[in-house]
């Protein structure tokens, strides 16, 4: 069946509401009360309170299409078919109410019946020890023993102590001209062939201090479905790119860029780097955080500035992000209408940013062009930690980007040297801010927009935006 990402959306919130489920608004991406996490990065991290109990959920099941930002997976951004530094998460959840029997019959139900997925592309994986998850797949489900995979650590999901426990995941097969040929190519394998689009997490056990697995009172039901994949699949396009969730905003990129996606490989990947930047910074803005030096911060500046860089492999020289930002608003504007709201702020943020590091980029670039050539030149293959420190120092180049860059001419760079120049670095500033006040690296940013006050009110809209639907 042929369903726009909205129409996904929408069917999968119907679905478990049908079933019991309370409609849960997506939460900002900045976790709210939440230390430990960065960036929310599952559709279970804004309700962590009431996996671990420490609050009581309106209803005992619940369902959210989750924005959701994972850092660990920008490099595979532009790479792989199926990640996203930005994506959004399908998930239903059930606290100490319905367990594995239900959670595997519903995702069952929702792929085949309403999606019309053929049953005979989908796989599941099941951990090793758990039989009742492997009995309900083949006995319940009728899964046959060849479409079940038995793994191990893949299947189990724990961070350090706490609720834990088993997952299935399911996988759905392209075909075999997109795999890689080998004689082992199954769910869980690196090529493109099986994808996996779900994983239902089966909280069972609590992680105790001293290692063991104790069985908890009040099991969970916790899963996620990557809604562009899911997409990809039922759009019948080869990755996520493709689906109506970015092909706006790479249309948009084309026509800046004045070259057209889809011809060469490698200008493709730039596309889509600049899609999935782009729309993350995005979110991000409309979520309150600014590009900056820090933190959450920084990632963004970081994701902007390679979007830029991606922007220039396909051609373009002048600031152009913000010229984007209205594709991903009319992309992404009926679930998140925050965007379109936002959208002259966000614009402004991403302008202002990219003007300064389109600045200093052209001439860091010559230096560590120039700097790249002596070494080659020299048969030395590796770049010190200082000069990539100057040059993140004084032209702003993120040190991932000094790599690509190095690593296209085939050298390495010091990481380790580098780390020590950056923390004498933030040493001496400290040291300096004690003695002269204010003056820290965002101010600037925040001076030339002046939009101190409205940040304020966006960041109270977000939390108001969490209140129950
Ligand atoms: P993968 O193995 O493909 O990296 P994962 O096992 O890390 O995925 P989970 O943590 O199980 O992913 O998250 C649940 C679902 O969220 C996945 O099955 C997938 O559909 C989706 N997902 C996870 N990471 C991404 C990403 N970076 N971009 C897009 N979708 C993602
Ligand atoms: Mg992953
Ligand atoms: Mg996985
Ligand atoms: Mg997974």
Redesign the pocket.
Known sequence: KRLSAQEIRDSFKSYFAERGHLVFPSASLVPHDDPTLLWIN?GMAPLKPYFDGREIPERARIVSVQKCI?TN?IE?VGYTA????M?E?LGNFSFGDYFKRDAIRWAWGYLTEVLELEPERLYATVHHEDQEAYDIWHQEIGLPKERIVLGDE?NFWEIGEGPCGP?S?IYYDRGREFGCGSPDCKPGCDCDRFL????LVFTQFNKEPDGSYTPLPKKNIDT???L???ASVLQGVPN?FETDLFRPIIAEAERVAGVPYGVDAGRDVHFKIIADHLRTVVFAVGDGVLPGNEGRSYIIRRLLRRAVRSGRKLGVERPFLHELAPAVAEAMGVEYPEVAEKLEFIQRVVRTEEERFLETLSEGEALLQETLERLAAQGDRVLSGQDAFRLYDTFGFPIDLTEEIAREHGISVDRDGFQRALDAQRERARAARQTAEGMNSERGVLETLTVESRFVGYDQLVTDSRVIA
């Open positions: 599952a994972r997976d595979n199926r990640h996203q530094t994506f998460m893949d997952c995941e996996e689009i779900w994983n996620g479905m990557g562009e994949r899911i996520n």
